[in-house]
């Protein structure tokens, strides 16, 4: 029997958005028609990629079983940790007796509603045949400074840099046994440096701009700007 790699989407929602100031998290804030959550799920579903889409959710979270889309059936909830890092693989764990080491595993935010299904595409595209795996990045237009206290002690090679975006795209094994080794490691703030801790060197596929991570107040405007402005 042959057996065809799958893909998983894994979402991050268990965040309490301390920056955004709200009245409650901001992945339930409204944003045109509807949450920014709703948003989000609806892109990962409509791209038709993934076998299941795992979202972790805070366990005091009263706003999430309120939802349609926490019933859809693809969609499947697992519990939230301390930190992101943390909520991944409580959803990795989640799909262990659905998910196979080899399949792909995407981990996109929830904060980030303007995916587009040409993103994720030209992500898997970019990645499929690769061994370890990459994540949607941008590089920086501004010029960047290494800044001790109030005092710039540097420029930095702006051709070196990137922003790390989501999602991030590696193979199911092989991130959960990463997430596993770097468990409290405060430095792991996204995917990719857990694979880095293991010595790996995960790819850079460049991104689109309007993929950006609501944190503050004035990202809904802007998310809702470019939404209005995509035709995906
Ligand atoms: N996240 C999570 N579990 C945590 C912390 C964050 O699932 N313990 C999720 C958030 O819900 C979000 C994503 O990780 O979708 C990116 O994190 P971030 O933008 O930092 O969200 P928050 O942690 O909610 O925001 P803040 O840092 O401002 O409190
Ligand atoms: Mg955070």
């Excluded at 996109?108 to 595209?125: E, G, M, S, V």
């Excluded at 920086?140 to 930095?156: A, M, R």
Aim: aromatic fraction near 6%.
């Amino acid at each position: 029997m042959t057996y065809s790699i799958k893909y998983w989407a894994v979402v991050p929602a268990a965040g309490v958005g301390k920056r955004m100031n709200a009245d409650r998290p901001k992945q339930y804030l409204p944003l045109l028609d509807k949450t920014v959550i709703e948003h989000t799920l609806m892109r990962l579903l409509k791209a038709d990629v993934f076998s299941a889409v795992a979202v972790a959710i805070s366990e005091e979270d009263p706003y999430w079983p309120e939802l349609d889309i926490a019933s859809n059936e693809k969609v499947i909830t697992a519990a939230g940790g301390k930190e992101r890092a943390d909520s991944v693989l409580s959803a990795l764990k989640a799909i262990r007796t659905l998910a196979s080491d080899d399949d792909w595993v995407l981990v996109h935010d929830a904060a980030r509603p303007c995916i587009t299904t040409i993103d994720i595409i030209h992500l898997i595209n970019s990645l499929k045949t690769d061994d370890v795996g990459g994540i949607l990045a941008l590089s920086s237009h501004d010029t960047l400074k290494n800044v001790q206290g109030d005092f710039i002690v540097e420029t930095l090679d702006r051709r070196h840099i990137w922003r790390a975006l989501t999602p991030q795209m590696f193979r199911y094994g092989l991130l959960k046994s990463a997430l596993e080794a770097a468990e409290g490691n405060p430095a792991i703030t996204d995917e990719a440096s857990a694979l880095e801790l293991k010595g790996l060197q995960p790819k850079i596929v460049e991104g689109r701009p309007d993929n950006i991570k609501i944190t503050r107040p004035e990202d809904l405007a802007l998310a809702q700007f470019y939404m209005e402005h995509q035709n995906d």
